[in-house]
Structures are given as C-alpha cells and as structure tokens.
C-alpha cells in the first residue's frame, strides 16, 4: 500500500491493518517530514480518542488528513500509533 499527496510518498507498506475501510499504516513506514500534529481529535465510540495530522508538501497543505490512535481502546489496540488517511491523500495498492 502506498499513500501520496501531491505526488510524494507519505507512507509506503505491506503490513497496512485493513479496518472499516481504511488502511492503518505502521509508524516505521510514515515519512515524517510531511506531518504535522493538529490540535484536533475526535471520538470513535470503540477505538477512542484519534489525533490528527496536517499534511504539507510543496507549501500545500491537506488539514487533518491523516489520523492516529495513541491510545486506542483494548478492542483496537492492533492500530496503536499506526497512520491512516483521507481526503487530497491517494492510498492505493
């Protein structure tokens, strides 16, 4: 799996989690450089507090279009600190 925006690489695995539509990418598979952390969150009633991401590249920025579980809830605890995304972010196979 392979996640871009504006053309650059964001992410890049074959260990993505497959989780209600969304592919959950590993820590060590995310470039950085790209991320920035939001104040925002929001409330999944079973995996808990998600933390977002604004993605930057090329001084084009895609607010909150990536999230994180930091602390998910013992029923999703397989996508702690793994990234996914959504919106102008293409995730493709």
């Given at each position: 799996m392979r996640a871009t925006y504006r053309g650059?690489?964001?992410?890049?695995?074959?260990?993505?989690?497959?989780?209600?539509?969304?592919?959950?990418?590993?820590?060590?598979?995310?470039d950085e450089r790209y991320l920035t952390r939001s104040w925002a969150k929001s409330l999944c009633f079973w995996k808990g507090v998600a933390s977002y991401y604004d993605i930057t590249v090329d001084g084009q920025t895609a607010r909150g279009a990536a999230w994180t579980y930091r602390h998910p809830s013992p029923f999703a605890r397989k996508i702690k600190n793994h990234i996914a995304f959504w919106g102008d972010v293409d995730v493709t196979h």
């Open positions: 650059i690489t964001i992410a890049q695995s074959d260990e993505t989690i497959q989780l209600e539509g969304n592919s959950y990418f590993p820590p060590g598979s995310i």
